[in-house]
C-alpha cells in the first residue's frame, strides 16, 4: 500500500530520486508505494539503433497478459512521483511504463531552473518523436506479458497534452485520462497542434482532469475544449476540480491537493474500467 514517508527520511533520499532541481525542496507529503508485490526495472526499448530508456512495474507472478498503462511523464521527466504512479496502477493490476522521452535532448534531473528546462530541453521535443516513442512503447509492452486489446494511457501536465494527441493518432488505444494538460497554443515546428484541434480525431474516449484554480489552463479553454468533444459526439469527458490548481495530483509538491487528486485517480481507474482496460 502507499504511505507517507517521514519529512526527515523522504527529503534525505531525494537526492538520489532524479527530481528536478527545478522543483526543489521536495515536500513531505509525498507518497512512496511499496515494492513488495511489484516486479520493477529499469529497460530499453530500441527505435532505429536509438535505445530508449524507460521505467516499467508489474503484479508479481505468472499472470495472463496484464492491461497496458503507458505513463506520460510530467514536464519534469520521469522522476520518483512518476514511477510511484506506475506502482500504483501495478497494484491495480496493471503492466505500466513510463518511457523517458526527453532523452535524446538532455536530462531534466540536472537541469536548475524552469527556465532552462524549457528552453534547453522540452521545447526541442517534438510531437511527432513522441508519438513514435509511445508507439515503440506500447508494442514492447505487448511484447512482455501486456494485453494490446487493453491498452490505455494516462499523463500528467506535459504529458497530459500527449494523452489528447496519442488518443487522436493510435487506434489500438482503448482509453485516455489527460491530467491538466494543457488543450489550446500557439502552433510551432515541434508542436504543430493542440488536443482542441483534434478533438474530432480522437480514437480513443479521454477523461480529462483539471483545476478551476490552474493559472496556466483557463477555465475559458476547458469550457471550448468541452464544446468542442460535444460537437463530436464522442464519448469523451472533462471534470473540472473547482478548488485545485495547477499539478494538485503532485504530492511532492505544493500544488497538491490530497481531495482532487484521490477523486480523479478513482475516476481513473473507472474510466479505464468502463472502457476495457
Not at 535532448?105 to 513514435?132: C, F, R, Y
Request: hydrophobic letters at 40%; charged letters at 20%; one cysteine or more.
Amino acid at each position: 500500500m502507499s504511505k507517507n514517508t517521514s519529512r526527515r527520511t523522504f527529503l534525505g533520499q531525494t537526492a538520489n530520486l532524479g527530481f528536478a532541481l527545478a522543483v526543489q525542496p521536495i515536500s513531505a507529503t509525498t507518497i512512496l508505494t511499496e515494492r513488495n508485490s511489484l516486479q520493477d526495472g529499469n529497460i530499453k526499448i530500441d527505435i532505429a539503433g536509438e535505445a530508449l530508456p524507460a521505467y516499467f512495474v508489474q503484479p508479481i507472478g505468472n499472470h495472463a497478459a496484464l492491461p497496458i498503462v503507458l505513463v506520460i511523464q510530467e514536464i519534469f521527466g520521469v522522476h520518483e512521483h512518476i514511477r510511484d504512479i506506475c506502482r500504483r496502477l501495478a497494484q491495480e493490476g496493471y503492466l505500466a511504463v513510463a518511457p523517458e522521452l526527453y532523452f535524446r535532448q538532455g536530462d531534466p534531473s540536472k537541469v536548475a531552473n524552469i527556465d532552462e528546462l524549457v528552453s534547453g530541453i522540452v521545447s526541442q521535443v517534438a510531437d511527432s518523436q513522441v508519438k513514435t516513442d509511445l508507439d515503440a512503447t506500447l508494442n514492447w509492452a505487448a511484447q512482455h506479458a501486456g494485453d494490446i486489446k487493453r491498452a490505455a494511457i494516462t499523463g500528467f501536465c506535459w504529458g497530459g497534452r500527449q494523452v489528447w494527441l496519442y488518443a487522436a493518432h493510435n487506434p489500438a488505444l482503448k482509453a485516455g485520462v489527460a491530467w491538466y494538460g494543457k488543450l489550446e497554443g500557439k502552433a510551432s515546428p515541434q508542436t504543430p497542434y493542440y488536443p482542441i484541434e483534434l478533438a474530432s480525431e480522437l480514437q480513443a474516449p479521454v477523461l480529462g482532469l483539471y483545476g478551476g484554480q490552474d493559472k496556466g489552463i483557463s477555465l475559458e479553454s476547458v469550457d471550448r475544449m468541452k464544446a468542442a468533444l460535444q460537437a463530436t459526439n464522442k464519448p469523451s469527458e472533462i471534470i473540472v476540480y473547482p478548488n485545485a490548481g495547477h499539478g494538485f495530483n503532485a504530492d511532492y509538491r505544493p500544488s497538491y491537493d490530497a481531495t482532487a487528486a484521490q477523486d480523479g485517480w478513482q475516476r481513473m481507474l473507472a474510466w479505464f474500467k468502463a472502457n476495457g482496460v
